[in-house]
């Protein structure tokens, strides 16, 4: 089964069954997933999310809830904007007003309330993005435009990605898949968190 198929049996699965939330329909996109915060959670009780003090999380809707929590838990947030049109934006939790660590989270809040950085001043300990599909092996699918592998990229070839910083994904469990192609540009996931479980890639 090639890349789009798979894309194409995750979406149409997770319409199928409800699972999926705004904004829908999900073709075409990283998926909101019922229990995202239930997986957000478990994420936080992985040890390497513990000792991070600068975490990256991508912008997509299912990883809000890794967001807010970062900065609930004073830590330092950096996000891509929508597409790299703006490069980065760094969210400290000191320089958000008191109440809006919610807001802050949003794409729209995460504008307002961050500043732009410069990837090589950056030492990004844990970088968490979202999936269309992950395979226990490590294998990977965004929706197809390449975002979180140019994200990636860019933080490791300017130093702003500190040495053996996991990548990690939040998925609804019916994301995992038996097995994913792979091109060499493609980011292979350390961890894969769902709403049930944690696994760690072979």
């Known amino acids: 089964m090639d890349k789009e ?3 194409w049996n995750v979406w149409s699965l997770m319409e199928e069954e409800q699972i999926a939330r705004f904004p829908r329909p999900v073709f075409h996109r990283i998926p909101n997933f019922a ?3 239930r997986a957000a959670r478990r994420l936080g ?3 390497e999310y513990g000792a991070a003090t600068t975490i990256f999380c991508s912008p997509d809707s299912p990883q809000r809830p890794v967001r807010e929590m970062i900065l609930k838990d004073e830590k330092i947030l950096i996000m891509a904007t929508p597409k790299l049109k703006k490069g980065f ?3 400290k939790p000191d320089a958000i007003p008191k109440g809006s660590v919610s807001h802050a989270s949003t794409i729209r809040g995460a504008f307002e309330c961050g500043q732009f950085v410069e990837p090589s001043e950056l030492k990004v300990d844990l970088f968490v993005l979202g999936s ?8 990977r699918l965004g ?3 390449g975002y979180s ?7 490791k070839d300017s130093g702003g990605l500190a040495v053996g910083a996991l990548a990690v994904t939040t998925v609804h469990d019916v994301q995992i898949v038996e097995e994913i192609p792979r091109d060499e540009w493609d980011i292979q996931v350390d961890v894969i968190v769902t709403p049930t479980r944690t696994l ?3």
């Not at 269309?132 to 294998?139: E, L, T």
């Not at 592998?149 to 933080?155: A, F, G």
């Open 5 to 7: 198929e798979i894309r």
């Open 35 to 37: 229990g995202a915060e």
């Open 45 to 47: 009780n992985l040890p």
């Open 89 to 91: 934006l760094c969210l």
């Open 132 to 139: 269309v599909a992950v395979s226990p092996d490590g294998g």
């Open 143 to 145: 929706k197809g435009t």
């Open 149 to 155: 592998d140019r994200e990636y990229s860019i933080l």
């Open 200 to 202: 760690r890639t072979a």
